[in-house]
Antibody, heavy 121, light 106 residues
């Protein structure tokens, strides 16, 4: 069965960077796009970007462009999301989510369990 | 930037029909999908490509999309359907989520 298992909670200081991993199993990793979505406490879901797990092509939200980097390691069937220059507003649960295809069009056929990132001095 | 607008809350009695709307400029020209999120849990896809249900989603969940509005309809609403619901669409290659609607089953 399809599973996305994310790394554990993180606490970071303002200005630092965080890197969250998403280990995929139960399907052919390179046949699907992976999305990253975050949710600040009590707020809406926010799409951050996606990565074509086959060719590594990425697309990011304009709001986070320049601070977010999504990568993947095909041998480890794992995607990574790194967010830099952290600020308090980045405190959120970060999710990875698999699309239904390699062409991005449904950001979340399957979801990881979420990773809480807390930014605090 | 493209925006999707949802009502903040909808209430329904058990067994009745709940309708949750999502509005955006020419949304009917795009595909919409819907996610259910229960408290403390990851979202679950309930509708994609406007009207399609993933396997395992009950038939009481249905969707439509025309003009500027997409609608999620839950027929014969059950207590287990109480959750936040989010619509989603693409603005070119950028993903956009609605603000979410809290569905309360009275």
């Amino acid at each position: 069965q399809v599973q996305l298992v994310q790394s554990g909670a993180e606490v970071k200081k303002p200005g630092a960077s965080v890197k969250v991993s998403c280990k995929a199993s139960g399907y052919i990793f390179t046949n699907y796009t992976l999305h990253w979505v975050r949710q600040a406490p009590g707020h809406r879901l926010e799409w951050m970007g996606w990565i074509n797990a086959g060719n590594g092509y990425t697309k990011y939200s304009q709001k986070l462009q320049g601070r977010v980097t999504i990568t993947r390691d095909t041998s480890a069937t794992t995607s990574y999301m790194e967010l830099s220059s952290l600020r308090s507003e980045d405190t959120a649960v970060y999710y990875c989510a698999r699309d239904r295809s390699i062409v991005p069009y449904v950001p979340g056929d399957y979801w990881g369990q979420g990773t809480l990132v807390t930014v605090s001095s | 930037s493209y925006e999707l607008t949802q009502p903040s809350s909808v209430s329904v009695f058990p067994g009745q029909t709940a309708s949750i709307t999502c509005s955006g400029i020419r949304l009917g020209d795009k595909y919409a999908c819907w996610f259910q999120q229960k408290t403390g849990q990851s979202p679950v896809l309930v509708i994609y490509e406007d009207t399609k249900r993933p396997s395992g989603i009950p038939e009481r969940f249905s969707g439509s999309n025309s003009g500027n509005t997409a609608t999620l309809t839950i027929s014969g609403t059950q207590a287990m359907d109480e959750a936040d619901y989010y619509c989603q669409a693409w603005d070119s290659t950028t993903g956009v989520f609605g603000g979410g609607t809290k569905l309360t089953v009275l």
